[in-house]
């Protein structure tokens, strides 16, 4: 297991910090926060760059785009809005359609003008950065959805969802219609991340389990379990064969050996 390093910590909120992105071309850290504010930081020197109230209800998710001055935000107030840094940070669009809080966003790494959201309605809607209405919404899980992740695989683009009735789906992008299930978790699933360039999907869920899938075949390569509560981010460090947790009652790095059988990840 890899021992972590803490650099530095600081205070941002008396309130829960549900999502913080880097912004490298800037030096900045981007937080949303249960007050319902974004805060802007200077991630080397931690002074504040902006604070400004964003929505009406908790920010479950931000998320940046690659090229231009654009951050999505998404909340409990059910709308998802677009911010401007170049110009003030107005609000450049309001995204209207979930009938629920959305628990996240996602851009497409194929295509960054166009964007997935995960809501507890029990969808996942498509937008496109030009438009307020949806695109097109995909409706298969039975309870909210809280996590969605893009992956691309034969010159074809997928979309994985994890939900609040335990189970992961993957839905074909063109055909708008759901491939495959994955079962196996016995509480929601939380969070859902696929391997940059192993054939492998890693979900978590509060069953205190990460499951690893084969991504072609679907097959469940293996379940693991850290005793550090339940899992609620996943991320890969770029560049690394090494996957971040984010659990109740820590973080944890492991590093995936390869895509088949029990030796996929070792702590």
Aim: proline letters at 3%; one cysteine or more; hydrophobic letters at 40%.
């Amino acid at each position: 297991m890899m021992a972590l390093k803490e650099v530095v910590i600081f205070a941002v909120v008396g309130l829960a910090v549900r999502s913080a992105k880097f912004i490298p071309r800037k030096n900045w850290i981007v937080t949303g926060a249960d007050d319902a504010f974004i805060r802007v930081y200077n991630y080397n020197t931690l002074e504040k760059i902006i604070e400004f109230e964003a929505h009406q209800d908790f920010i479950r998710s931000v998320a940046v785009h690659p090229t231009l001055p654009y951050l999505l935000s998404a909340s409990d107030d059910k709308t998802i809005k677009l911010w401007d840094w170049e110009n003030g940070w107005i609000c450049a669009r309001i995204f209207e359609g979930h009938s629920h809080y959305v628990m996240q966003v996602a851009l497409n790494p194929k295509d960054s003008d166009t964007f997935a959201s995960a809501s507890l309605d029990g969808t996942v809607k498509i937008w496109s950065i030009g438009s307020s209405a949806p695109s097109f919404t995909l409706d298969g899980h039975s309870k909210g959805v809280n996590c969605v992740d893009y992956f691309d695989a034969d010159n074809k683009t997928y979309l994985y969802s994890g939900s609040d009735d335990f189970t992961a789906k993957v839905w074909d992008y063109q055909t708008k219609s759901c491939v495959q299930t994955l079962e196996g978790h016995l509480h929601n699933v939380t969070a859902v991340c696929v391997h940059p360039k192993l054939p492998l999907v890693i979900t978590g869920s509060e069953d205190e389990t990460v499951r690893i899938w084969h991504a072609a075949t679907y097959k469940l390569e293996n379940t693991l379990k850290y005793d550090l509560g339940r899992i609620w981010a996943i991320k890969f460090i770029k560049g690394t064969n090494q996957v971040v947790f984010g659990c109740d009652y820590g973080i944890l790095v492991v590093k995936i050996n390869g895509s088949d059988g029990s030796d996929s990840v070792k702590e």
